[in-house]
Every structure is written in C-alpha cells, then in structure tokens.
C-alpha cells in the first residue's frame, strides 16, 4: 500500500519553512525520508521507528504519529539547497513488532526554493 | 569509503532481449535493494537481498530476478523486455535491514528500451 504524501509541490522563499506530510493506511514499523535532486540518487535523510526511536541528520526535523500512522518532515529556515523532490518510504509493521522489510515510496513532494 | 556503484549507467535494448544490472554496495553492507524509477509510478520496489537470499519481492512480474553473491554484489536481470521497462534502476544498500537502517543509493542505471 504506497503512502500518500502532501502536497504534491511547494514553492518556496529562501529562509521560509514548510511541512511535507505523509500518511498510511497500515500500521507501520519505520517511517523514511529521503531527498533526490534532478539527476541524482536519492540521499537519506531521517527514519522514524515505532516506538520513538529517530536516526538521521541533526538539522532535519521530523515526527511520527503512530496512532494516526502519519509522519511529518519539517524544513525551517529553508535554503537554496533544499531544492529536490522529498520521498517518504513506509515499512509494514508485521507480527511480533517486526518489519515485513520491504519499503514502499510514495510519489514525492517536489519542493523548490527560490533567492 | 566507496559509495554504492552500478555498472553500467546507461543502457539501450530493443524489445525482447534481456538485460543485467550489476550493484556493488559499500563495503561491509549485506543488504542490497533495487528499486524501478520513472516518472508516472515513482520510486518503486523490486526486491531485496540479504546473505545471498532474497528476503523481500516487491509486486513486479517473473521477467525481473536478482541473486547476491558472496561478497555482496548483486545482479539483477530483466527477461523479454517491454517498452514499459524503460526506467531508471536504482539499488541501494544498508548495513542490515531496510526497515530500521538508512540506504545509500548507487548512481542507477538508465535502461531505455526501443
């Protein structure tokens, strides 16, 4: 089941903030999000996990609704440099707490800052 | 520390042949995932492997397979291709598994099928 995320495309002044949602249907294990510029591979950014565990980069800020199923990444202060399309990546919560392991996209939040 | 390389980066098949995609991943890392990319499906899964077993399959036809080998390369191959297989393949690898460790993506490789 893809996640949905929100909106579809930000635009955006340099040292705005903005927020990218995303949302499951299913119960989920970890919550991804990563970061592709044109041309590029995309770059990990943070995982949230159930159970309030986060690993990622210091500057990023992000947070994970488990009982609504529903993570948000917010960029404050945003830069030129945070140009890119935003990617959340679900991971299923299986039997036991586990994971199913596999990760699933959603289609992207296409964010672009301008001077 | 290298990062993840796939080889080769572009590619141009004509309907019907087929295809190998190879993904060296960094070193130490044992789980390799690859994933289809195009414009109007996005980011989506095909399999991962870890050990040289396949431990996840995304929902994709019989025509796409992978294997790992010993020391974590992996291949991927794509049989009988459409012109729907047009996409950029990405693989991507993580220390252990996709659920609870970031991924490093490789560059991709751009497959274009005529």
């Known amino acids: 089941q893809q996640p949905v995320q929100s909106p579809q495309a930000v635009i955006l002044r340099e040292g705005e903030d903005a927020v990218i949602n995303c949302s499951s249907s299913?119960?989920?294990?970890?919550v991804h999000w990563y970061r592709q510029k044109h041309g590029e591979a995309p770059v990990f950014l943070m995982i949230?996990?159930?159970?309030?565990e986060q690993k990622g980069h210091e500057k990023i800020s992000a947070s994970f609704n488990e009982k609504k199923q529903q993570s948000s990444l917010y960029l404050t202060a945003s830069q030129l440099s945070y140009s890119g399309t935003y990617f959340c990546g679900t991971a299923l919560d299986g039997a036991g707490g586990t994971s199913y392991g596999k990760l699933t996209f959603g289609q992207g939040t296409i964010l672009t800052v301008h001077p | 520390k290298a990062g993840v390389t796939q080889t080769p980066r572009y590619l141009i098949k004509t309907r019907g042949q087929q295809v190998t995609l190879s993904c060296s991943p960094i070193?130490?890392?044992?789980?390799v995932s690859w994933y289809q990319q195009t414009p109007g499906q996005g980011l989506q899964f095909l399999f991962e492997?870890?050990?040289?077993?396949?431990?996840n399959k995304g929902n994709f036809p019989g025509r796409f397979s992978g294997r790992q080998f010993s020391n974590s390369r992996s291949e991927m191959n794509v049989s009988t291709l459409e012109l729907g297989d047009s996409a950029l393949y990405l693989c991507?690898?993580?220390?252990?598994?996709?659920?609870?460790?970031?991924?490093?993506f490789g560059p991709g490789t751009r497959l274009t099928v005529l």
């Open positions: 991507a690898s993580s220390l252990q598994g996709v659920a609870y460790n970031e991924q490093f």
């Open positions: 492997y870890f050990s040289e077993t396949q431990r």
């Open positions: 070193s130490g890392h044992r789980s």
């Open positions: 949230l996990l159930k159970g309030g």
């Open positions: 299913k119960a989920l294990y970890s």
